[in-house]
């Protein structure tokens, strides 16, 4: 009797989406602090253009520094994870 193919199991494209979508969560922690006064007052009296813009100044200040620190959290994320089975498509 022939013996079935294993099933597909696209571990290193799970991999990648994981350290992708946990890179977002953190930079976006890192980012949330200095973007939140935007949402109140301060964030109200400008135009939208200028908010928009006034945005993307403090995000990019925000992560000066931590793009290699939220990369290296979400690598150790996804591989602790990874080695406690606990990610789905990871088991």
């Given at each position: 009797?022939?013996?079935r193919?294993?099933?597909?199991?696209?571990?290193?494209?799970?991999?990648?989406l994981?350290?992708?979508?946990?890179?977002?969560?953190?930079a976006l922690?890192?980012?949330?602090p200095?973007?939140?006064?935007?949402l109140g007052?301060?964030?109200?009296s400008?135009p939208?253009?200028?908010?928009?813009?006034r945005a993307?100044v403090?995000?990019?200040?925000?992560m000066?520094?931590?793009?290699?620190?939220?990369?290296?959290a979400?690598?150790?994320?996804v591989g602790?994870?990874?080695?406690?089975?606990?990610?789905p498509?990871?088991?």
């Open positions: 009797m022939p013996s193919p294993p099933p597909f199991r696209p571990r290193f494209t799970l991999t990648l994981y350290i992708a979508g946990f890179f977002l969560l953190y922690l890192f980012v949330a200095d973007l939140a006064p935007l007052a301060e964030g109200q400008l939208a253009e200028q908010l928009q813009e993307r403090v995000a990019q200040q925000a000066r520094g931590k793009v290699l620190l939220a990369l290296a979400s690598i150790a994320t602790l994870a990874a080695w406690r089975r606990v990610l498509g990871m088991r």
